[in-house]
């Protein structure tokens, strides 16, 4: 047990102490061509960059007070049931499963 837990204490160690270097690609090969509207290419930092899309900021705004709601278009009355449709009965919650009278 003990030697299954240095191996691990050692791996992770020589994980975090590598050489942290620019970005650089192989060599014989070189950057993606620049996109179609830009005048430079960009280099492998701005590659790596996500855009603010990726993580949205969060809007943690508290209501302070009551505020009416705009009207909401899709906010529409049940449709009216054709004469001679059977509705689908609504679950009830009364325990014995009594249904309307």
């Given amino acids: 047990m003990k030697r299954i837990g ?9 994980a975090g102490c590598g050489l942290r270097e620019p970005l650089q690609p192989p060599p014989g090969a070189s950057l993606p061509v620049a996109p ?3 005048r430079t290419r960009p280099d ?5 960059a996500q855009p603010p899309i990726t993580r949205p900021a969060r ?5 302070r007070r009551s505020e009416l709601r705009d009207e909401d278009r ?7 049931v054709p004469a001679g449709v ?8 009364d325990p014995q499963g009594a249904g309307p009278e």
């Fill in 6 to 14: 240095l191996t691990l204490l050692t791996a992770a160690a020589l």
């Fill in 36 to 38: 179609a509207a830009s």
């Fill in 44 to 48: 492998a930092q701005a590659l790596l």
């Fill in 59 to 63: 809007v943690d705004e508290i209501v």
């Fill in 74 to 80: 899709f906010d529409l009355p049940p449709p009216e």
């Fill in 86 to 93: 059977v509705p689908i009965p609504i679950e009830n919650s």
